[in-house]
């Protein structure tokens, strides 16, 4: 059984800064894509960040030159440094992974259990 473990969240100050961890363990062949998503009180879950396998990131606009995905592989880990936090960012954010598992052999998107950011202004 795969899972994600987050950790990271808080309150902060509008301005202020937190990283993001999100760990992956459990009986993978291979994990793919990993991104990070925010669900704010009466709102829809959006992504907010992605990166591939191979390295390649892409942001949504609202977090563009603030936020920045990274992974380490050897750990099975994906960050999300978040700067120069706003009130608006305040949300629940989730990592996911697209992961492949051994047995049984299966593709799945696998979720973290959501960390709470709060952004006080």
């Known amino acids: 059984q795969v899972q994600l473990v987050e950790s990271g969240g808080g309150l902060v100050q509008a301005g202020g800064s937190l990283r993001l961890s999100c760990v992956a363990s459990?009986?993978?062949?291979?994990?793919?894509?990993m991104g990070w998503y925010r669900q704010a009180p009466g709102n829809q879950r959006e992504l907010v960040a992605a990166?591939?396998?191979?390295?390649?990131?892409k942001y949504a606009d609202s977090v563009k030159g603030r936020f920045t995905i990274s992974r380490d592989n050897a750990k099975n880990t994906v960050y999300l440094q978040m700067n120069s936090l706003k009130p608006e960012d305040t949300a629940v954010y989730y990592c996911?992974?697209?992961?492949?598992?051994?047995?049984?052999?299966?593709?799945?998107?696998?979720w973290g259990q959501g960390n709470l950011v709060t952004v006080s202004s």
């Open positions: 996911s992974a697209g992961v492949v598992t051994t047995s049984p052999f299966r593709h799945l998107e696998v």
């Open positions: 459990g009986s993978m062949l291979s994990i793919n894509a």
């Open positions: 990166t591939t396998g191979g390295g390649n990131t």
